[in-house]
């Protein structure tokens, strides 16, 4: 039995150190293409709006796969689902270091957004029902190291000569990943084949059990638009903030490489820091859509370069906690059992929102000029706090508040290919 709960105990931290780094390297190329964008425009002599194109085809294979997250983890399991994202992230990131023109890096974008949906949708589903709330803020703040660490990536690669050595570096690290995931998924396998099955657990009150059909999917709408929102906000403020460095604060490459940075810096160190200290979600979504709004405010009306680079930090830190708040959120709001498919849902609206709102903003600068980011970023800010108040009217926190924690995520796909079918499994 000891030996039974040691090589357990090694495999759960395995499992969770390699969902950390799996974060990593799925931030790396949100923080990458956008600073890299002004390049790449210049190499495929691409117009300015046409990021949003590569964002919009992206979220198309995103939103598909988050369609069917939930099945393909009871399916497959969580390991084998990633290192089929790792292999697909792969492909196309060598599409887009091998790429003559931006068509492209338009025809594997696809590829990459089905392996961020595997991987977001399932990491979040996955750590998420284990009701372990610091993991989930480590997730997501590893994924803002990565968002941090691409603009330096990137820009290290521009001043030596080309910005295609940063996406070889991300296909190395994809393949990585999936070999690693393969090992996880033998280490789990010869784990549950001396492990004895857990006995059965009788279906615990759900809190959306009593609600009617009609508040149910109102509220799954409400939940879907909040991520909607807000990914539309962190994606559309952090991937534009470079090309509005550069071209509408004439700042240096290198200064606006500092000032991206700092963006996606600050919303690592914030989600490292609610994992280290953790704040209740609640207070952390109210807190942060709100200070959004005013260094939103700030930046449209940029009051000098230093300021506004400064509230664009401003702005990453104060949305560093909202998206896994909100993940966590959900199995308290609907229950384990709902949650299992409406995660996934609600990640791939993130998806959508991240990529349709970000081109949409692109389309605006297109029209207009960079000016309009500023603007369009405060009215995304304050739909945001409208749509988290229609969600919390909808689907109130009950007075319990965050549920116990459950099992370790690397065998919730082992367990429900097994048979055991308790709720949030």
Known sequence: MGEQRRRAGSASRSSDLLSLGS?????????????????????????????????LITTIGSVLVTAVVGPLIRRLGVPTLLAVAGLLAAIGYAGFAAAPGLWLVLSVAVLLGAS???MDGGLNTAV??????????????AYGVGTAIGPLVVTAAI???SWRPAYLVQVVLDLGMAALWLRQRRRDRALAAVTPPAEPVAPSPQPADGWSRRRYTGAVIAGMSVFFVYTGLEVGAGQWEATFCRGHLHLSAGATGLAAFGYWGALTAVRIGLALRPVRPQAVVRWGSGIGVLACA?????????????????????????FPALIALTPVRLGAERAHNVIAWQVGAAAAGGAGLSAIIGLLIGAISLAVLGPAIVVLAVILVAAERTLDRLAPIPARGISPARPGLSAVGERERSGDDRPGH
Do not use: K
């Not at 002004?38 to 194109?53: N, Q, W």
């Open 23 to 55: 974060f990593v390297i799925l931030g790396l190329p949100d923080g990458v293409l956008g600073t890299a964008w002004p390049s790449m425009r210049a190499t495929f002599g691409a117009p300015v709006g046409d990021l949003g194109l590569i964002l």
């Open 128 to 141: 998420a029902l284990t009701g372990r709330q610091r993991l989930l803020n480590l997730l997501h703040g």
């Open 298 to 322: 700030v930046i449209w009306w940029q009051p000098g370069a230093a300021v506004t680079v400064a509230a664009f930090a401003v702005l990453g830190g104060a949305l560093a906690g909202v």
């Open 116 to 118: 961020a949906g595997m």
């Open 159 to 161: 001043l030596t000569g």
